[in-house]
């Protein structure tokens, strides 16, 4: 299975790549629109079954779930904590398999 390992330097490249595109995704919502729309058309112009675009659709949409509520708690914890490392990854995601 994948595994994926998000770090700060790979977050704020693509929030740079963004607002090269466009300077109001500045705006955080307006960003994360964008990369909805985007992982949205890469699965739907996959050359695979609509089935698996479904499943893949539904499993992605669960990641991102899963990823807030995992950053959201980490957020809430640091603020009664001192600061971590910044260098710590975060979001690891292995996909089901059909």
Do not use: C, H, R
Not at 64 to 81: F, H, N, P, R
Request: aromatic content about 8%; charged content about 30%.
């Amino acid at each position: 299975m994948t595994e994926i390992v998000l770090k700060p330097e790979l977050l704020k490249g693509l929030q740079k790549v963004l607002v090269d595109y466009e300077p109001k995704n500045e705006d955080p919502i307006l960003a994360s629109q964008y990369l909805s729309a985007v992982v949205g058309s890469i699965v739907a112009t996959a050359e695979i079954p609509k089935k698996d675009k479904d499943d893949i659709l539904k499993q992605l949409i669960e990641f991102t779930q899963y990823v807030y509520d995992q950053q959201t708690s980490a957020l809430e914890g640091e603020a009664q904590k001192a600061p971590q490392n910044a260098e710590e990854a975060y979001g690891t995601w292995k996909p089901e398999s059909n």
